[in-house]
Antibody
């Protein structure tokens, strides 16, 4: 079955870095756009970034542009999010999601990132 | 950026009620709108894509309509499992924006 498993979350100090990973299985990873979406504690959903099948097309939310980098390794069925210059407002559960028909049809369970001194 | 405004923010309803949630876009997004359901502590679940297409496995009591800037999610005969928070999302522009969410509570 289709499965997405995020990892790499944790506690980091303001200004620090973290790299999230998302392991995909149960489908042909290289055929799908992929997204990162986050949710701050008690808040709504916020789209972060998406990447095309080949990685040639990438977009970011303004709130993370210049600090976060999305990438993928189709040979390893993996999606990544490199997060630099982290701020308290980046504290959230980060979900990876598969895109189909330009909607996110499958989501991981999420990984919590806490930015605090 | 395209802004998405959902209404109401909270909705109190009873089992068996017909419920309608509205999502308005700040600019036309054609039919590029999705609806998601999220329960506490869980990842969101896709319900509707392309404004009115029902995702496989989603009960037929859920339906979506609209185009351009105004969209609705309708739940016919609300069931106990439907008490949750619902989000719309536009994916017309290079950024993809969510609405702020509508919490459907038990009346």
């Amino acid at each position: 079955q289709v499965q997405l498993v995020e990892s790499g979350g944790g506690l980091v100090k303001p200004g620090g870095s973290l790299r999230l990973s998302c392991a995909a299985s149960g489908f042909t990873f290289s055929d799908y756009y992929m997204s990162w979406i986050r949710q701050a504690p008690g808040k709504g959903l916020e789209w972060v970034s998406y990447i095309s099948t080949s990685g040639n097309t990438i977009y970011y939310a303004d709130s993370v542009k210049g600090r976060f980098t999305i990438s993928r390794d189709n040979a390893k069925n993996s999606l990544f999010l490199q997060m630099n210059s982290l701020r308290a407002e980046d504290t959230a559960v980060y979900y990876c999601a598969r895109d189909r028909a330009r909607a996110s049809d499958c989501w991981g369970q999420g990984t919590l990132v806490t930015v605090s001194s | 950026d395209i802004q998405m405004t959902q209404s109401p923010s909270t909705l109190s309803a009873s089992v068996g009620d017909r419920v309608t949630i509205t999502c308005r876009a700040s600019h036309s997004i054609s039919i590029w709108l999705a609806w998601y359901q999220q329960k506490p502590g869980k990842a969101p679940k896709l319900l509707i894509y392309r404004a009115s297409s029902l995702e496989s496995g989603v009960p037929s009591r859920f339906s979506g309509s609209g185009s351009g800037t105004e969209f609705t999610l309708t739940i016919n005969s609300l069931q106990p499992d439907d008490f949750a928070t619902y989000y719309c999302q536009q994916y017309n522009s290079y950024s993809r924006t969510f609405g702020q969410g509508t919490k459907v509570e038990i009346k």
